[in-house]
Structures are given as C-alpha cells and as structure tokens.
C-alpha cells in the first residue's frame, strides 16, 4: 500500500510517500519513495524534496493556497521528472495519512476520516487554533482532489497521551472550567514518543508492560513524556505545546501570572503576551540570538557568549528537573530515551543534562554518547541502574503504519 503522509502547517506542507503493509510492517521493510516539504505557500512556494535515498532538490513555484500546493505535489509525484517506481498515477496513491495535532478528549487512537471524525477534529479548532484548522482543510482539500473514496486516516498529535491519568491531566483551577471548556493538559508530540518507545522496547526485547522510561523529545518543540507500563503517565505539555521544557523559541513553563504583568509593562494584549511566549522565548529569548541549537554551541565554542552558555544552562536544568520529578512520580524508570533534532545529534546537551544522575545509578559512557549522532545506540555503561538511549524519531512511518492498519481495521500493536 503507498500511503502519503502529510503534515500541514499553516504556510507548510511536509509529505513522505511510503511503501508499507502488515507484512512489511512485521519485518521492518516499510520502504520510503519520497519526501520533502513545502514552504512559503502563499507566495512563491519553495519545495524541496528527495526521492528515495537520492541527494534533494530544491526549486520554487508560485503556490497561492494549500489547495494549489497539494494539487502541485501530486501532480509532481506522479510524474516522469520525479520517476517514482510504481507510481504511474494518482490511483497508485492508496491511502493519505494526515499528522492532526489535537484530538481533544475524543481521540484516544488514530482514525479512519469519516464525515463525524471531520466534525470532532472541526470541534477541536477551539483547543488548537493554531494548529487544526490546516488539518482540517488539508482533509478536505486531499478529498476534492483525489476523490471521497480513498481512505484518509488521522494521527493524532495527543492520541497517546490520552492514557494520562485524572491527577495528571488536572489543572489546579476551579473543576467547572474544566467541565465547561476542557480546561486540562492534553500533551503533544505524542506520536513521537510513542514510536520511540515502540523501538526502544523492540531493541530490549521487551514487552510493552515492561517498558519504563522518560522520553525525552528536544527538537525545535520539546517535550517529556514518564512511560510506565508502556503508557505515558505524565508528560511535559500542556493545554497548549506551551507547557513543560525550554524549547526552541517558547518559554516552557512560567507563573502564568507574568502574562498580566507582561501585558501592563510593556503595553501589549494577552493574546500578544501569549505570541511572544510561544515565537520569542526559550533558547531563543535568553540568548537574544537564535533558537537553532547548532548555531548556539558554535557560538558558545568561538566566543563563550554569557547569554548563550545561559540558554544552554536553563535549557538542559529545566529538562533534568523533569527528569527528577518523572523519576518520582513513576517510582523510577529502566532508561531515559533521547530523541528529537537536539536529543539525537548533541552529545553535549545530553551529556550536561545527565550530569549529577549518577545518584540514580546512571553512568554516561562518554565514548558511546560522541558517537551515537542520528542512531539507535545505549549511550551508558553496563552496570549503570538507570540507562540512557539515543533512538531517532520518525513520526512519518508511524502515521503511514497506522494508516495502514486503520484502513485493514488491524488493531495497533505499537
Ligand atoms: P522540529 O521540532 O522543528 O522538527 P528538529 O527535531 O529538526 O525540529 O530539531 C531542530 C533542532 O535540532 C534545532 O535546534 C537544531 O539546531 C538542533 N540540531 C540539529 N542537529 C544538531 C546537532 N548536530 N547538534 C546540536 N543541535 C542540533
């Protein structure tokens, strides 16, 4: 089955075409034809994309709407320049998996997009205003296209988390806002998570109800999730993906009485208040620099900048405070798994937020963590109690084996 897994943002459109089956899914042969990512839709359109393993390639093409984006991007798989082996035409498309970042308290698995799932995740605009609405058209847009009967799938962003017991969920605040609006943490990212800790009890040999572990996803957005019993217990994000670490360009968590404070001083709405939470801070505020990782260790190296070495600093504190809290909460862990552009390429950040772990029995073994860059790999010693793992991510094949599985009505063993 070629499936094509999308993830839309609100100017972007990422897209993985991937060849899988339950027979392929067993052995791990899921086989993927192309992907890449269209930027800037609205204006002149910057795609960029790779066929198989092939180097990518970048080019432009004025692209008004998502709409006019989708319909370039299969015209463009389907055709003799792209020369996708076994796919002649839009029929050899078989099935659209969609990457929905809220699924409310609705969805507690992936699902088939039947006019009723439409309306849910319509209804869940309200919870991710951001985020939903892209989906939601990119829904439709995939349906005008190439047709109501090709089965579209969704894959919720919160799905996972949906295990989350009430003590965990709860806000703090009076139960009837809650009650009346939803008012609770949700957690994102959860299909990331659930994949690495898919893998990281296939490479144990573990079965689910033995796996415990912190993940720890640290990419531009990051987050924790405490796994227990192979379901998450706790997690970092909240209501919103506002909540928890220090990402890239948001705060994580703060009093939320600042907002107000922020709001008077500097003159600005909530709503603004609440923008420049999530576009002007994290790494990117403290260092008053960037939010890109790389370009921060760089600088750190060249010119020992005080407010970068700062960002870095409250960036891997806040992620080990978690740690230390999940550690208690789950009354103790097997591993804690690194994942994500920074958790599976920056030995440097994973080795400062292990730092002072060894309390709980984990020992880094320094050579193994320089190594392991963009693989699956144990990074600590063989008598450390509480292991650390590198696993990269790949949200993109568990969307396209769950829409497999959802089309065959299989249930989801991962
Ligand atoms: P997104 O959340 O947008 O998917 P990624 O998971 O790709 O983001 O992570 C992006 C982050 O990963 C950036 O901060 C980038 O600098 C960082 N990153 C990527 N490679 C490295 C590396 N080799 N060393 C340190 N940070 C890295």
Avoid at 146 to 156: E, H, Y
Avoid at 236 to 244: Q, V
Wanted: charged fraction near 25%; hydrophobic fraction near 40%; include cysteine.
């Amino acid at each position: 089955m070629n499936v094509l897994v999308l993830n839309s943002g609100s100017s972007s459109l990422k897209f993985q075409l991937i060849a899988t089956d339950l027979d392929r899914i067993l052995k791990n042969e899921d086989q993927r034809l192309c992907r890449g990512v269209i930027e800037r839709i609205g204006g002149e359109a910057i795609i960029t994309a790779a066929i198989g393993q092939q180097p990518r390639t970048v080019f432009t093409a004025p692209l008004a709407n998502l709409p006019a984006a989708l319909d370039f991007l299969i015209r463009w798989i389907v055709s003799e320049e792209s020369s996708i082996s076994d796919i002649q035409s839009a029929s050899d498309i078989h099935a659209v998996g969609h990457r929905v970042v809220h699924g409310g308290e609705k969805f507690s698995e992936s699902a088939v997009i039947t006019d009723e799932v439409l309306k849910d995740i319509e209804a869940c605009i309200d919870l991710a205003p951001l985020h939903n609405p892209a989906n939601v058209k990119c829904i439709q847009a995939v349906r005008k296209l190439l047709g109501p009967k090709l089965p579209q799938v969704a894959v919720f962003d919160t799905a996972f988390h949906h295990a989350l017991p009430e003590h965990a969920y709860l806000y703090a605040v009076p139960y009837h806002l809650y009650r009346r609006h939803h008012i609770r943490r949700y957690g994102f990212h959860g299909t990331s998570h659930r994949y690495v800790a898919y893998r990281y009890r296939f490479l144990n040999h573990l079965t689910r109800e033995k796996t415990h572990v912190i993940t720890l996803h640290l990419g531009n957005g990051c987050s924790a999730a405490a796994i227990r019993n192979g379901y998450p217990v706790d997690t970092s994000m909240g209501m919103t993906p506002l909540e928890g670490l220090v990402m890239g360009t948001r705060s994580g968590d703060v009093d939320p009485a600042v907002v107000n404070l922020i709001a008077t001083k500097e003159g600005l709405s909530t709503q603004e208040v609440e923008s420049l939470l999530n576009t002007q801070s994290g790494l990117l505020g403290i260092s008053g620099l960037t939010n890109d990782m790389r370009v921060l260790q760089q600088e750190l190296k060249e010119h020992d900048d005080r407010r970068v070495r700062l960002a870095i600093d409250v960036f891997c504190y806040r992620a080990k405070k978690y740690i230390g809290s999940y550690l208690a909460c789950m009354g103790g862990a097997d591993a804690l798994v690194f994942t994500g552009g920074i958790g599976e390429n920056s030995p440097d950040i994973r080795k400062q937020i292990c730092e002072g772990l060894d309390w709980f029995g984990l020992r880094l073994d320094e050579e193994k963590n320089a190594q392991a860059i963009g693989k699956e790999e144990r990074i600590t010693t063989d008598d450390s109690k509480l292991h650390a793992f590198v696993i990269p991510t790949d949200e993109e094949l568990l969307i396209a084996r769950d829409t497999v599985r959802c089309v065959l009505g299989e249930p989801h063993p991962s």
